[in-house]
């Protein structure tokens, strides 16, 4: 079952600018001056963005002289889609058993 850290984990990921921010950091680390050019978003913004990431432990950090990097941590959508694979699981044995609650 979903639990309210993967709910709070769906709220940080549906924000579209996020998204396509995990996106990128999929195909690479990347740097916040990468990310902007990417994303097209002003640096204040992308930097809000990503902090919203780092606190929900989507990304981390890695210092390389006066940048940042940023790299995605593949270990938390694992355990998402954890979660998801279950619910699709459930709901194929409830359609498969015909599970079906009588109404009063």
């Known amino acids: 079952m979903l639990t ?3 709910a709070d984990l769906l709220r940080v990921l549906a924000d579209p600018l996020r998204l396509q921010i995990v996106t990128l950091l999929a195909r690479e680390t990347l740097c916040t001056t ?3 050019e990417e ?3 002003r ?3 992308l930097s809000n ?3 919203v990431l780092r606190e929900a432990g989507v990304v981390e950090t890695e210092p390389c002289g006066r940048f940042t990097y940023y790299k ?3 270990a938390v959508l694992e355990k998402l889609a954890g979660s ?3 619910l699709a699981a459930t709901a194929r044995q409830t359609e498969a058993n015909n599970t079906k609650r ?3």
């Open 43 to 45: 640096q204040t913004n």
């Open 72 to 74: 995605l941590r593949p």
């Open 34 to 36: 990468h990310l902007v």
């Open 84 to 86: 998801f694979a279950e």
């Open 49 to 51: 963005h990503l902090k």
């Open 102 to 104: 009588a109404c009063p």
């Open 4 to 6: 309210s850290v993967d």
């Open 39 to 41: 994303t097209g978003a």
